[in-house]
């Protein structure tokens, strides 16, 4: 459903991504994994075109271009974004953060109703008229993730979903991504948790230093200790 074909990307003149590769199917969820700074968050807003620009390559959603869409554009054809930052309206309650994204008539896909997405974080419901941005990080993520899920999107893009987050949340984070993945709902995971790899991936794309150097399935991961220890910071 997604195929990013060598693509390269810059902010401004600053090249960071030299040849990335990544195949989405649907259903699939895929990790993507390196250390720190080797383009992971930036492979992601490639994707969504979000502040970098691709500068080479080719970027097709179900068959289709994504070059020159605006965001709102890409979005609408069924790709959801949860950023590393999150971006939640911190002034705004939970309820009306859940109503900001515009309603989507889609017959391609699952659909995600507001009681669908309170059933899967029952939290968020408890905390529906609460200030989004008194909220601990674990339920702003939560947060965020809902408001991916009501722009009905056929593939997810989480970025470090549980990046700064006490251990105990981190694990619901990751128990809400292994709900999704039950639903069908296709993702992109930006992961160094060798557990979350374990729990919910399908296929593993490794990159280093702005490019994909490895890629297959989470068995042929495991089956090779080497990759992780030469691409990821694990002894
Ligand atoms: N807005 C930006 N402007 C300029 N350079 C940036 C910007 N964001 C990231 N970079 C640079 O792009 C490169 C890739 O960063 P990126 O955030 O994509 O890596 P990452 O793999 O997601 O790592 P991290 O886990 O630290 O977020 C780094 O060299 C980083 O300094």
């Known amino acids: 459903m997604l195929r990013l074909t060598s693509v390269h990307a810059a902010y401004g003149k600053s090249e960071v991504l030299h040849g990335i590769d990544v195949a989405v199917q649907p259903g699939q969820v895929v990790c993507l994994i390196g250390r720190n700074g080797v383009g992971k968050s930036s492979t992601m807003k490639a994707i969504v075109q979000d502040q ?39 002034t705004l ?81 990751v128990d809400a991504i292994v709900a999704l993945k039950a639903e069908g709902v296709a993702m992109i995971v930006s992961e160094q948790a060798l557990n979350t790899i374990r729990r919910c991936a399908d296929r593993v794309i490794v990159v280093d230093r702005g490019s994909t150097v490895w890629e297959g399935t989470v068995d042929a991961f495991y089956q090779d200790p080497e990759i992780a220890r030469k691409y990821l910071m694990v002894q």
Do not use: C
Not at 72 to 81: A, C, K, N, Q, S
Not at 106 to 133: C, E, K, N, T
């Open 93 to 173: 309650t939970v309820l009306e953060n859940l109503r900001v994204p515009r309603k989507v008539v889609a017959q391609d896909r699952r659909m995600w109703s507001l009681d669908q997405v309170f059933a899967l974080f029952p939290q968020l419901h408890d905390y529906r008229h609460r200030i989004a941005g008194v909220m601990s990080g674990g339920e702003q993520q939560m947060l965020s993730i809902a408001r991916a899920l009501l722009t009905q999107p056929k593939l997810l893009l989480l970025d470090e979903p549980h990046e700064g987050l006490a251990p105990k949340v981190a694990e619901e984070v």
């Open 52 to 90: 970098i620009t691709v500068t080479g390559g080719e970027i097709t959603f179900d068959g289709a271009s994504l070059a020159g869409l605006s965001r709102h554009e890409i979005v609408r054809r069924g790709v959801g974004y949860v950023p590393e930052d999150r971006r939640v309206f911190a």
